[in-house]
């Protein structure tokens, strides 16, 4: 009797499960910086805070439960976190920032003017952005479509 083992896992799923670990943290370390800040002034909705927090939690337990069924082979797995994160995690990533720019906004005031909680924010925000686009490059090289067609 021959004993079939799992194909091991390719670099490049590898380096795409680490690369959206790193994407979720930063996702996390975001989530705290906007919350301390909004706790700070007087007009602080702490319920709608505490909404946008259960809101979160789900969807990085949901985007973490499916990277655990992506770094096993499972195609729907890709398919979920390449349109969920590709597309609309990205999309949601950068339309702050546009929608402040279209408003008319110096970015060079900005810069200017930062501070550290706008700093933390700005710097979680960009190494999310290119942790998620950099993973989902890496799901779809040559090597990983092999993994996922042989699952």
Do not use: C, K
């Not at 943290?25 to 705290?32: K, R």
């Not at 994160?85 to 990533?93: D, M, P, Q």
């Amino acid at each position: 009797m021959t004993t079939r083992t799992a194909p091991s896992v390719p670099q490049a799923i590898e380096r795409a499960y680490w690369l959206l670990g790193l994407a979720l943290f930063a996702g996390v370390v975001e989530a705290i910086a906007h919350t301390s800040t909004a706790l700070e002034g007087p007009d602080a909705d702490v319920g709608s805070l505490a909404g946008q927090l259960a809101v979160r939690v789900v969807v990085y337990g949901a985007v973490l439960f499916v990277m655990t069924r992506f770094r096993s082979g499972r195609a729907w797995a890709r398919n979920t976190l390449a349109i969920g994160l590709g597309v609309f995690g990205v999309a949601s990533l950068v339309m702050e920032p546009l929608a402040w720019l279209s408003a008319g906004n110096d970015p060079m005031s900005a810069v200017a003017g930062l501070t550290l909680d706008a700093a933390v924010i700005a710097t979680a925000r960009l190494t999310h952005l290119v942790a998620v686009i950099a993973a989902v490059a890496l799901m779809f090289r040559p090597e990983a479509n092999r993994y996922f067609t042989r699952r």
